[in-house]
């Protein structure tokens, strides 16, 4: 299958710092990655979609100042979690598609754990 | 009511038992299927893939869909402790790209006790 590394795999910040995530597809082009959320117990929830080259498409509820979402090359994504809180704290996870009528399968990463303190 | 509602468990099995998991739908649009395994900490894993009605089987698991009862199972036939694991079902509308937007059911923790 083909594979999704995700970066870092754990981070702890402080309340009110900004947290990078990276998301790369590693053996194929992904021209569509998504970003999820999990809280413990509790399922994936889709905070965005984003398409290489244009802006991400956000769930509601999940505020675009606050998760900024780049797709610039068919390879890699970034979630950045600006003045992060601790109620960000969660499992964040991407997953990445090739795209086209017979791609329909997402690929996760392996999932970053944020804690902010 | 949720798109996708799936009995979180626990549930735990003996060795070698068959393990039934289900999931139930409203979206009749759903034409996409997924199970996932997923072990504690880590990304979620695609165990089996299904278009539309039908059953689909890879060793010892078998995936089935129900359109009409907008019900889907995955079995899993000579559990080991290894498949300890949460298993989550999802599902999509589309082809690729944007429209690849899965909707995942709360998943349900498996332990199988050796």
């Known amino acids: 299958g083909a594979v999704v590394s995700q970066h870092p795999s754990w981070v702890i910040c402080k309340s009110g710092t900004s947290v990078k995530i990276e998301c790369r597809s590693l053996?194929?082009?992904?021209?569509?990655m998504f970003w999820y959320r999990q809280f413990p117990k509790q399922s994936l929830m889709l905070m965005a979609t984003?398409?290489?080259?244009?802006?991400?498409?956000?769930e509601q509820g999940v505020e675009k100042d606050k998760f900024l979402i780049n797709h610039a090359s068919l390879t890699l994504s970034t979630l950045t979690v600006t003045s992060a809180h601790p109620e960000d704290s969660s499992f964040y996870i991407c997953?990445?598609?090739?795209?086209?009528?017979?791609?329909?399968?997402?690929?996760f990463g392996q999932g970053t754990r944020l804690t902010v303190v | 009511q949720k798109e996708v509602e799936q009995d979180p468990g626990p549930l735990s099995v003996p060795e070698g038992a068959i393990v039934s998991l289900n999931c139930t739908y409203s979206?009749?649009?759903?034409?996409?299927f997924m199970w996932y395994r997923q072990y504690s900490r880590k990304g979620p894993e695609l165990l089996m893939y299904?278009?539309?009605?039908g059953n689909k089987e890879d060793g010892r698991f078998t995936a089935q869909v129900d359109k009409s009862s907008k019900y889907i199972s995955l079995f899993i036939r000579d559990s080991q402790p290894s498949d300890s694991a949460t298993y989550l079902c999802?599902?999509?509308?589309?082809?690729?790209?944007?429209?690849?937007?899965?909707?995942f059911g709360t998943g349900t923790l498996l332990a199988v006790q050796p």
């Open positions: 997953s990445a598609s090739r795209g086209g009528r017979k791609n329909t399968e997402a690929f």
């Open positions: 984003s398409n290489e080259g244009s802006k991400a498409t956000y």
């Open positions: 999802a599902m999509g509308r589309g082809y690729g790209g944007a429209t690849n937007k899965l909707i």
């Open positions: 299904t278009y539309s009605s």
């Open positions: 979206n009749s649009a759903f034409q996409y």
């Open positions: 053996d194929f082009q992904a021209t569509t």
